[in-house]
T-cell receptor
Framework: DTEVTQTPKHLVMGMTNKKSLKCEQH?????MYWYKQKAKKPPELMFV???????INESVPSRFSPECPNSSLLNLHLHALQPEDSALYLC????????????FGSGTRLTVV | AQSVTQLDSQVPVFEEAPVELRCNYS??????LFWYVQYPNQGLQLLLK??????LVKGINGFEAEFNKSQTSFHLRKPSVHISDTAEYFC????????????FGKGTRLHILP
C-alpha cells in the first residue's frame, strides 16, 4: 500500500460546527503532515508529527487541532472556523530524516459557510 | 532566508512541443530537490527528485530535471508535451540543516495549447 487516504473528500460546514478530517497511511512512515492550500497557491505547512509527537506547529490558530492517535492515523479537528479557512487540506507522510520526499493524499476540499 | 523561486506563474505551450519550467533556490547548505505535479482537484504527486549523484534526473511521465549547483537551479523539462500534462507544477526544496520539512515554490501552471 503506497497511498495516503484522506476522508472526506469534500466537506461543507457552518462556522459553529465541529468536524474532523482524517488521514491514514500504511507505508510505515513515522512523519505525517497537514498542509493547507488556497486556490492558485502552493501548499502551506500547518503541522508536523514525528513518531506520533507534534514537532512543528506553524503558528496555526487554535480552531485547528491536530491529533495523531497512532503511527498510521492523523486527524485534524475543526471548530469555529471562518469562511477564509475554506481551502484544500492535504495530508502527507514520509520517513523522518529521509530524502525520499513526501507522499500526499488527494486532499479534503473544505468550504466554511 | 531560504527560498524557492519559480520564475513563471504560467507557461503556455503547444501540444508536442518541448517545455522547460524553471526553479531556482537560495542555498548555503546542501539540498534535496523535488518536483511535484498537481492535477485539477487532486493532491500532489512526486514527479522526480534529486538527492545526489548524476545531475540529470529522470522522472515519471517523460519528465526530467537537471541540477545545476553553480546556478542553484533545478529546471524541469519534457521534450514533447501532451494535453494530459495540463497541471500545476511545484518545485520543492529540503535544506539539510532544517527541520524535517520542505519548502514549496509558488507553482507554475502548464497550459497545453491544441
Amino acid at each position: 500500500d503506497t497511498e495516503v487516504t484522506q476522508t472526506p473528500k469534500h466537506l461543507v460546514m457552518g462556522m459553529t460546527n465541529k468536524k474532523s478530517l482524517k488521514c491514514e497511511q500504511h507505508m510505515g512512515h513515522r512523519a505525517m503532515y497537514w498542509y493547507k492550500q488556497k486556490a492558485k497557491k502552493p501548499p502551506e505547512l500547518m503541522f508536523v508529527y514525528s513518531y506520533e509527537k507534534l514537532s512543528i506547529n506553524e503558528s496555526v490558530p487554535s480552531r485547528f487541532s491536530p491529533e495523531c492517535p497512532n503511527s498510521s492515523l492523523l486527524n485534524l479537528h475543526l471548530h469555529a472556523l471562518q469562511p477564509e479557512d475554506s481551502a484544500l487540506y492535504l495530508c502527507a507522510s514520509s520517513s523522518p530524516g529521509s530524502n525520499y520526499g513526501y507522499t500526499f493524499g488527494s486532499g479534503t476540499r473544505l468550504t466554511v459557510v | 532566508a531560504q527560498s524557492v523561486t519559480q520564475l513563471d506563474s504560467q507557461v503556455p505551450v503547444f501540444e508536442e512541443a518541448p517545455v522547460e519550467l524553471r526553479c531556482n533556490y537560495s542555498s548555503s547548505v546542501s539540498v534535496y530537490l523535488f518536483w511535484y505535479v498537481q492535477y485539477p482537484n487532486q493532491g500532489l504527486q512526486l514527479l522526480l527528485k534529486y538527492l545526489s549523484g548524476s545531475t540529470l534526473v529522470k522522472g515519471i511521465n517523460g519528465f526530467e530535471a537537471e541540477f545545476n549547483k553553480s546556478q542553484t537551479s533545478f529546471h524541469l523539462r519534457k521534450p514533447s508535451v501532451h494535453i494530459s500534462d495540463t497541471a500545476e507544477y511545484f518545485c520543492a526544496v529540503h535544506w539539510m540543516n532544517r527541520d524535517d520539512k520542505i519548502i514549496f515554490g509558488k507553482g507554475t501552471r502548464l497550459h497545453i495549447l491544441p
